[in-house]
């Protein structure tokens, strides 16, 4: 009898060992997921950055025509109150303005990225207006950037942000636990839950409603219907489970990705197959996608559908699993949140960047022969996005500039620059990619921005080389205007080491390997 005493006793402390292990565990998985997505990085202090504000003047610049095809030259600028309210030749100078001299530089529309993660980053925000975007759009939003954006809207420093709801999926109930809790997903099982669910995302204030791969056909359609008659826009991937005539005959129009096009071929290619469907057919998948781009954009024009390009990181998928040391060296890693890009090794599909973690690494030990497989795929994959993003250029598809900021190696801010980069060299006049980062967008978002005229906000940027000549131009930043605020070059420096700074205060791997390369 006493034995058995002492073993339900020890049994209990087991029992409570256990309880209490699983509850530290717990704890520091839930910390080690915040860190994660950027939640644990020092945070600047944007308080501590004073732009200039009131009435200000930009002299003798060479400004983008509003339709934003051409540059006019020996031009003045008149903001007031946040808004541009004459633009002439010769303007009269009020009392007390601030003048800024734009003889030699080029005026242009603030860049626009339709398609961020800002996840548990703050700082991020600061980047964006580093690098001349004053628009962005979120793309897996939360309640943290709900309340970013109306503190943005109340005079916080920070780009103008469009929150669209968390990323719809469906998935099984244990599945969807993880996937909500460690990717930040909904799950919506049925149509009742995708009415309810829509319904709660329009009452909290999201602009939008992102929906994933994973949705069900019947769900896909029940939030379709809600979001019309909230008068919410509809974006994001092409579900698995439908096909594009559902695409066509349905509200959602904004497709996010090229790849996402190229996907929903891949599946007429193999209907078998969701994903990769033309692994080992790589050459007859891209014919099978030039054969059928014409009937695509078409399609696209017809029922009116934007696209968001994110076409720099496609093509970095070709050279990520292959080459990663070197596309790191490409990037301003430093600028990255170091909780981003460490990522965390035993959460799968996590959005970690660095080598030994980076999302789309292979196998360990991949044979020599399969491994040459997968270079041809990933190529091939590169390769079909590109086939589609010029034929979408070729045939007039409306296209606004994303990038997909945070996905490895697509640092926030910096990376528009480099997907206006890829939408030139896919096939767009320099005059097209920068409509696709300003009237564009802004007039898809109804935003009062996105050209040069009279009556439109005064969100914009001094360059001090011709973006027309070269789209790299856009890179070449002396100011920038957001909502009234001017931040001069010294100001804007001053954002990025405080960035730089806080990110080195809170890195755990070093990243002197990969020293940013040009």
Not at 16 to 35: A, C, D, E, K, Q
Not at 72 to 91: A, E, K, R
Not at 350 to 362: F, G, H, Q, S, T
Request: net charge negative; with cysteine; proline share 3%.
């Amino acid at each position: 009898m006493a034995n058995r005493k002492k073993i339900i006793k020890w049994l209990k402390y087991l029992g409570l060992f256990f309880i209490v292990l699983t509850v530290v565990m717990g704890i520091i998985m839930h910390r080690n997921g915040i860190r994660m997505y950027g939640g644990l990085t020092e945070q600047v202090d944007h308080q501590k950055f004073t732009p200039k504000e009131g009435v200000t003047i930009i002299k003798n610049v060479n400004i983008l025509s509003a339709e934003g095809d051409s540059l006019i030259g020996y031009q003045s600028i008149l903001i007031d109150n946040g808004i541009i309210t004459s633009i002439d030749s010769i303007v009269k100078t009020p009392s007390g303005a601030l003048v800024i001299d734009g003889s030699g530089k080029y005026l242009i529309p603030g860049l626009i990225d339709t398609h961020i993660h800002l996840f548990k980053s703050p700082n991020d925000l600061l980047l964006y207006l580093a690098n001349g975007v004053t628009e962005i759009r979120e793309l897996i939003g939360e309640e943290d950037h709900l309340k970013w954006r109306d503190e943005i809207n109340n005079g916080r420093i920070g780009p103008k942000l469009h929150v669209y709801s968390p990323r719809l999926g469906s998935f099984g109930s244990m599945e969807g636990f993880f996937m909500e809790y460690s990717q930040g997903y909904k799950n919506i099982k049925n149509a009742d839950e995708a009415k309810k669910m829509v319904t709660e995302f329009h009452e909290q204030g999201y602009d939008g409603i992102k929906v994933y791969s994973q949705v069900t056909k019947e769900v896909y359609n029940v939030i379709n219907r809600t979001a019309k008659a909230l008068e919410m826009p509809v974006v994001g991937h092409i579900p698995w489970s439908i096909e594009l005539n559902d695409i066509w005959e349905g509200n959602q129009n904004n497709i996010v990705h090229f790849e996402e096009l190229m996907n929903a071929l891949s599946r007429v290619f193999n209907p078998d197959k969701v994903l990769g469907g033309f692994f080992g057919k790589e050459e007859e998948f891209l014919k099978f996608v030039e054969l059928h781009s014409d009937e695509l954009t078409n399609k696209l024009i017809e029922n009116e559908i934007v696209l968001s390009s994110t076409l720099w990181l496609n093509e970095s998928f070709a050279r990520q699993p292959f080459e990663i040391e070197q596309v790191l060296k490409e990037v301003q890693l430093e600028y990255e949140n170091p909780g981003i890009s460490e990522g965390l090794s035993y959460i799968p599909q996590a959005i970690a960047w660095l080598p030994e973690v980076n999302r789309y690494k292979l196998q360990e030990g991949i044979r020599a022969e399969k491994k040459e497989k997968y270079r041809k795929f990933w190529g091939a994959y590169a390769k079909a996005c590109q086939i589609i993003a010029t034929a979408c250029i070729n045939k007039g598809v409306k296209i606004m500039v994303g990038t997909d900021a945070n996905l490895p190696p697509v640092v926030p801010g910096f990376s528009l620059h480099d997907e206006l980069i890829s939408l030139h060299n896919a096939g767009m006049s320099n005059v097209q990619a920068l409509q696709s980062a300003t009237i564009i967008p802004a007039t898809y978002l109804k935003s009062n921005s996105g050209k040069i005229a009279v009556g439109y906000d005064a969100n914009l940027v001094l360059l001090d080389k011709n973006p027309l000549l070269d789209i790299s131009n856009t890179k070449t930043i002396n100011t920038v205007v957001t909502r009234g605020q001017v931040f001069d070059r010294a100001l804007l420096d001053d954002i990025l080491d405080a960035v730089k700074e806080a990110n080195e205060n809170s890195r755990t791997v070093d990243i002197s390997t990969y020293k940013h390369q040009e």
